[in-house]
DNA sequence: ATTCAAAATGTAAAAACTTACAGGATTCCC
DNA sequence: GGGAATCCTGTAAGTTTTTACATTTTGAAT
């Protein structure tokens, strides 16, 4: 393995000028720029990065933190963030935090310490204030995704927002029994996005003069089968059903369509469905839903923490506090249409 | 941030001291080791990774390269790879290909000279020649997933022979005219898993003595969609359809039942379909797969490589070219059962 | 009490970069 | 052509840790 040294050597400069050649932040001579440049080539030269960041203090490596890599929003969000890192020529480390409290408690006061990141995203997780306080002795700046953080940077989704949306597309097509099944507390992410969706929910109702009955509301667990076996009793009882269903996630509105067509009921003529996410397989189902455009809020959410870490003022962020958030837009596809005549 | 210096101070020894007792390694004595495990832990002191790097030549890191992380197979065996390491203190940096061949050069020419990871594991990836001359300059060990590399350790399944094990379960339901649906070329991995699950197939028709008719099979895209409406077609014409269906992946196999059903076919009884990879949504669907048991393959992925980088021998690893294939279990649920009387 | 081996500790070099500082070379302008 | 300003380059210090080597301490055996 070449180090600066050898390139040194090779180009005929010193180190110092390597350096200055490569990083290409500080004068050098057109002529010594080209000399170095050929011999890094030559001899298949790159900085190492422990030595760069031992010198600089700066890692080039970003720390994402999400509870399961395994669901369908964090892979995408992940995705999302890794393509645009690496585009600007930051590495991605991973910590999940599926292994339970152990690994959690591992990953924040050991990993973290390490001074391996220059900064980490968080993708639905609320820390701890013990957490919190680590964070800011460590000195390492933190972007919150999915929920509100204090002394944090954040990127949401307005999930209030996007709930109501998607109950106001049912009511504008004419619906009055409107159900909605929601998470279950315990399915649900540290900032309780699908709670926030159900006050959407409420709140358009609300406003358009509705009320939401009882037997039209159930909690889940996220998932198709959870939604599946919700559904059936929501529309079990033909004579006290709700006409419209807004679901709080797309994977478990997948699960709400096909415990209708179990019933014989059809969609949209019968009952109408609408998710929200917009995941890879709505297409498909011809699910009505609300877009988080999720891919690009990792994107976002990379660009934004590299314009902190790059833009650091005494060690600490500029324009802390400043929170982000995404609307949701309204997809609507076969899932939704009238009620039916009764 | 206190450094080791700090931490010798108020231990009241030196830093080699300290770094001994910290990392366990060599003799300390008691007495030592317990005055500056205090002072680390009053100090929240963590030994910086670049330094260690540097000292070192170890970075406690590995890199893991894959097509994509939004796929169901890869971000289930990326958790896996994940919780295994960080249990044994390694960091998982990641690197996703779906960026295009950029960002592949990208990846293989300049990220990885960085000498920021230990080893790499890249998952259903084929390096060019090109890549891994690299890798070896680079003196960075590999563990293949998914198939089989030249010059490194590889884990994979036995993709024919699950295929084989998948085709033998409707044959010995009594099924004599059986079809099957594989990946296109265009959507298939680096590998041609699908291809090769394929292979099983014809094997285990052959080995019984039957023919695969042509109408009975098909290439579809990777996906439910791609799916539905080739079974459509498989199924669409009643005097001339397969009996039994073995769809080379889970969320394929979603997409066939789908089709069945809409085609007015009942699943099992009047068309028997079995998938392969134990998706998490099999269950769900009543859907007989061969399991692949996705998440132990990656935190087998992750013990392997470990015991790659702790046994280096003159920085070459030690027992190269060490294949282990994993075989696939079958699990029978309600989507298969013997065919109808016709 | 001596002697010797083994165990514990300290000193200092090494790992591979970046960068402040200072000095030499150019360029510019009059 | 001379002096100042600017640009370029090299020297060496600094970043934080590990570890080889040397030295001191400990403990056991005589």
Redesign the interface.
């Known amino acids: 393995?070449a180090g600066i040294e050898d390139v040194a050597k090779l180009a005929g400069v010193s180190t110092a000028t390597v350096s200055r050649a490569l990083s290409g932040k500080n004068s050098v001579s057109a002529k010594a720029k080209a000399k170095v440049e050929a011999a890094a080539r030559e001899l298949?030269?790159?900085?190492?990065?422990?030595?760069?960041?031992?010198a600089t203090g700066r890692?080039r490596?970003i720390g994402v933190v999400m509870p399961?890599?395994?669901?369908?929003f964090?892979?995408?969000i992940?995705?999302g963030i890794?393509?645009e890192l690496?585009?600007h020529?930051y590495?991605?480390?991973?910590?999940?935090l599926?292994?339970g409290a152990d690994?959690r408690r591992?990953?924040f006061f050991?990993?973290l310490?390490?001074?391996?990141v220059d900064a980490f995203i968080t993708v639905a997780v609320k820390p701890s204030e013990d957490e919190l306080q680590q964070l800011a002795?460590?000195?390492i700046p933190i972007l919150g995704l999915g929920g509100p953080i204090s002394g944090a940077r954040t990127v949401s989704v307005d999930e209030i927002g996007a709930g109501r949306l998607a109950t106001e597309h049912l009511i504008s097509l004419g619906h009055t029994k409107i159900g909605n099944i929601s998470g279950t507390p315990a399915s649900e992410m540290e900032f309780h996005q699908p709670n926030l969706r159900r006050q959407g929910y409420l709140d358009a109702l609300k406003a358009s003069g509705l009320t939401a009955h009882d037997s039209w509301l159930a909690e889940a667990d996220f998932?198709?089968?959870g939604a599946?076996h919700a559904t059936k009793q929501l529309l079990g009882d033909p004579r006290n059903a709700p006409s419209a269903l807004f679901i709080a996630s797309d994977e478990m509105a997948f699960?709400a369509i096909m415990a209708a067509?179990d019933l014989g009921l059809r969609v949209p003529q019968d009952v109408s469905i609408i998710g929200m996410d917009d995941h890879?397989?709505s297409?498909?189902f011809g699910l009505s839903t609300i877009s988080q455009n999720v891919r690009q809020q990792g994107s976002n959410a990379a660009k934004t923490v590299i314009d902190l870490v790059e833009n650091l003022k005494d060690g600490q962020p500029v324009n802390v506090e400043q929170n982000r958030e995404w609307p949701g837009t309204l997809i609507v596809r076969s899932s939704t249409a009238r009620p039916p005549r009764s």
């Not at 590495?91 to 999940?96: R, W």
Request: aromatic share 16%.
């Open positions: 393995m298949n030269y790159t900085a190492s990065a422990s030595a760069y960041t031992l890692s490596n399961f890599v395994d669901r369908w964090f892979s995408v992940l995705e890794e393509t690496i585009e020529g590495d991605l480390t991973l910590y999940n599926s292994g690994q591992k990953i050991e990993f310490n390490r001074k391996r002795i460590a000195g998932t198709i089968a599946y699960g067509k890879d397989m297409e498909f």
